[in-house]
């Protein structure tokens, strides 16, 4: 988990260098390993969640409650009540979900700490959102001395364009400005996810190999996808600017009247980011045995591997980066191949792309799946077939230890 904390401190130290304090909340759907929990609280950040589990198991590793900011897009009220006993801040969806919160916290004699989540208006542009509610939802929210206490407000924009996230951010500003003439006093915006990270360095690289597939794809052929399957949509595994130099130019982007920095300084706001994937850079490997080396039944060369498609799969079309083949059991002829899985379905595909083994393959060497720390491992996984999960490993200063995830269990009915 030690990538964790020089990834953050990064983001931390550009909010540093443009006078805006940032608050730190990793995204813990992006892997569920227990952990990157401990690590991020050891460094002194917080926690978003997602669900029950993920909240329960969060508050049983000793993270206080106004470290976690509960994020679901589906909140049942076992989950709701749960997050304001534990003094969780809630992002409300909606008003009405702002309503259930409100009663519950009222019968339970205490006051919920949330933040609206924030919805653009049609005007800015934006793509539309599943999530939140635009701003003339959220004037309406009780005054201060209610049941709930708004601490923040918080956006989610789909992918990572800074500008996008400058012009949401002016009407978070407003939103703020409204809430505070209603008695309450939010001290922080939150942004959300979304903050890029480059898996590759050589730009040439992921550009040669895009003109190669669209070639590839133009004329018709299994050169480099399996059965020349189309990539619609695909993470950007090369991009620029990312993490803390992309924060430096979210901070300096230019709004009515000086930088968003100079705003929410002036405003006297902390930036909340929830990253997942810019967090986990480089924290996370996943291995699987060769289990055989055979061939489609047109001739195609298939390397099996014991794992299925969901242990290595986001909601990508495929993950983009070259695996590699450790622990050899010996060298062989060169392999054009698919990596295929364990489950019985015909486009069973650990990577939708053909790779080239220069050195061969056999069964019991093991394929090296790198940087998968971010969404890849759990977000999907599956146990179908009855296969057992993928066990999460984690790296110590002695060697290798069970992470405590696989042997969590949900409290029943009645207990927790």
């Known amino acids: 988990p030690r990538p964790l904390g020089r990834n953050a401190d990064e ?3 550009a909010g540093r260098s ?3 304090p940032i608050g730190l909340y990793f995204a813990r759907k992006a892997n569920k390993a227990l952990s990157l929990v401990d690590e991020v609280v050891r460094r002194g950040h917080g926690v978003d969640v997602a669900s029950e589990p993920e909240l329960r198991q969060v508050l049983q590793r000793g993270v206080a409650g106004d470290r976690i900011i509960l994020t679901a897009a589906i909140k049942p009220e076992r989950l709701l009540r749960l997050a304001v006993r534990a003094g969780v801040t ?7 979900e702002a309503s259930v919160v409100a009663g519950l916290a009222a019968s339970i004699g205490m006051s919920a700490r949330v933040a609206p989540r924030l919805a653009p208006e049609p005007e800015l542009g934006l793509p539309p959102t599943r999530f939140g509610a635009r701003a003339v939802h959220w004037r309406q929210l009780p005054p201060a001395g209610s049941s709930l206490e708004v601490r923040g407000v918080h956006f989610h924009l789909h992918g990572y364009a800074a500008a996008d996230r400058a012009r949401m951010l002016a009407a978070a500003l407003d939103l703020i400005k409204a809430v505070r003439e209603r008695g309450h006093r939010p001290d922080f915006v939150d942004i959300g996810g979304g ?3 480059s898996y590759l360095d050589d730009a040439a690289q992921w550009d040669a190999w895009w003109r190669a597939y669209r070639r590839s794809l133009a004329a018709g052929d299994e050169t480099l996808t399996w059965k020349n399957r189309e990539l619609r949509s695909a993470y950007p595994f090369h991009q620029a600017p990312v993490r803390g130099e992309w924060l430096r130019d979210l901070l300096a982007a230019p709004l009515r009247t000086g930088s968003v920095a100079d705003a929410l300084r002036s405003a006297g706001l902390r930036l909340h980011l929830e990253p997942g994937r810019a967090l986990l850079d480089g924290c996370g490997l996943t291995l699987a045995r060769v289990a055989f080396v ?4 047109d001739g195609v060369d298939l390397v099996g591997l014991e794992m299925n498609r969901t242990q290595c799969r986001s ?11 450790a622990g050899a059991a010996s060298s062989g002829p060169p392999l054009d191949a698919f990596l295929v899985g364990a489950y019985c379905i015909e486009d069973e595909l650990i990577l939708l792309r053909r790779l080239h083994f220069p050195q061969g393959v056999m069964p019991g060497d093991v394929i090296g799946l790198v940087n998968t720390g971010g969404y890849l491992m759990h977000i999907l996984e599956s146990a179908s077939h009855q296969i057992p999960l993928a066990r999460v490993v984690v790296r110590t200063p002695d060697g290798f230890e069970p992470d405590p995830i696989d042997a969590w269990a949900e409290p029943g009915p009645g207990r927790g």
């Open 315 to 325: 909601t990508s079309d495929d993950f983009l980066v070259d695996p590699i083949l």
């Open 294 to 297: 055979k061939q489609r039944s």
């Open 18 to 20: 443009a006078g805006v």
């Open 90 to 96: 809630i992002s409300l969806d909606s008003p009405a």
């Open 195 to 197: 903050v890029p990270m």
């Open 11 to 13: 983001l931390v130290a």
